[in-house]
Every structure is written in structure tokens, then in C-alpha cells.
């Protein structure tokens, strides 16, 4: 059984740069399709950043030339580089295959804020 855990979010300020992991404990672990999701207070849990099995990345629009998602499958983590960060970043940042066949992590809040 794969449990998801996020890291590396935080309190920074407007134009700074965080790097969420993602890390799988247990069971088989790829990086093929997966994403990143974020939910911001009294918002639904949107989609963010994928990987595809090819490498190819897809990102929301509001991030574009801002975050980057790679991984390392040998460390069966997940990444995301979050660089320009704006106030309007601000959420719990989750990972998750894009079929979302895993349960939830507990997630990792970003804060933007000056």
C-alpha cells in the first residue's frame, strides 16, 4: 500500500521559491502520471502540475514558466519547483496519480505572503 508524503512547503515571500517533495513509503511507487494539486482555503482541490511516463509535463496555466515537476524513481519521490511565487500560491499542496488511486496525504501548506 503506497502512503504519499508531502514536504517542503512553507512561509515565504511574494517572488521567492520553495521545492515541494513527494515522497511514496511502501508498496510500488512510480512517477509516471503523477501530479500536483493544491487547495486553497474555501476553494476546491484543483489540479497543478503531471508527469507523463514520456517525461512530458502539463501545467495549470496560472503557473506556466513558474513551476517545474520532475521526480526520481529510484528515490520514489516527486518534486516541484516553485520559483516566482505569488500570494495567490497560497494552498495545501498535495501529490497524487492522476487517476488519484491513492489515498491522500496529509499535504504541505504554502504560504505567500509578505
Known amino acids: 500500500q503506497v502512503r504519499l508524503v508531502e514536504s517542503g512547503g512553507g512561509l515565504v515571500q511574494p517572488g521567492g521559491s520553495l521545492r515541494l517533495s513527494c515522497t511514496a513509503n511502501g508498496g510500488i511507487f512510480s512517477i509516471n502520471y503523477m501530479g500536483w494539486y493544491r487547495q486553497a482555503p474555501g476553494k476546491q482541490r484543483e489540479w497543478v502540475a503531471s508527469?507523463?511516463?514520456?517525461?512530458?509535463?502539463n501545467y495549470i496555466d496560472s503557473v506556466k514558466g513558474r513551476f517545474t515537476i520532475s521526480g526520481d524513481n529510484a528515490k520514489k519521490t516527486l518534486f516541484l519547483q516553485m520559483n516566482s511565487l505569488k500570494p495567490e500560491d497560497t494552498a495545501v499542496y498535495y501529490c497524487?496519480?492522476?487517476?488519484?488511486?491513492?489515498?491522500w496525504g496529509q499535504g504541505t501548506q504554502v504560504t505567500v505572503s509578505s
Open positions: 508527469i507523463s511516463r514520456t517525461g512530458n509535463t
Open positions: 497524487n496519480e492522476l487517476s488519484l488511486k491513492y489515498s
